[in-house]
């Protein structure tokens, strides 16, 4: 397995999770690495990346409520979510790539944050 995410589950609305997604070494030092979400009946969206040098990048409806992270000791990426929303309830998926291409998807990590 490439890519192991963890760290889903149920939350009320205003509350934080995180996720991670730990990688082997020769992705997470060459890769971009982040998260993207997929709700009920929705496409698959991103949610937010990292690059190998620490560039971060966020969807519009997460900025300010959501920070992704790398541990390099750990070769793991974090998606830390705060001020959680009903909206931002789907499976979220891992992955590595580099820009817009994605090699490898983690498996999915399911949030649900109620009203």
């Known amino acids: 397995v490439q890519l192991q995410a963890s760290g889903g589950g149920l939350v009320q609305a205003g509350g934080s999770l995180r996720l991670s997604c730990a990688a082997s070494?020769?992705?997470?030092?060459?890769?971009?690495m982040g998260w993207y979400r997929q709700a009920p009946g929705k496409q698959r969206e991103l949610v937010a990346a990292?690059?190998?040098?620490?560039?971060?990048n966020y969807a519009d409806s997460v900025k300010g409520r959501f920070t992704i992270s790398r541990d390099s000791a750990k070769n793991t990426v974090y998606l830390q979510m705060n001020s959680l929303k009903p909206e931002d309830t789907g499976v979220y998926y891992c992955?590595?790539?580099?820009?817009?291409?994605?090699?490898?998807w983690g498996q999915g990590t399911l949030v649900t944050v109620s009203s």
């Open positions: 070494k020769s992705i997470f030092s060459t890769k971009d």
């Open positions: 992955y590595s790539g580099l820009r817009s291409y994605v090699g490898a």
């Open positions: 990292i690059t190998s040098g620490g560039i971060a």
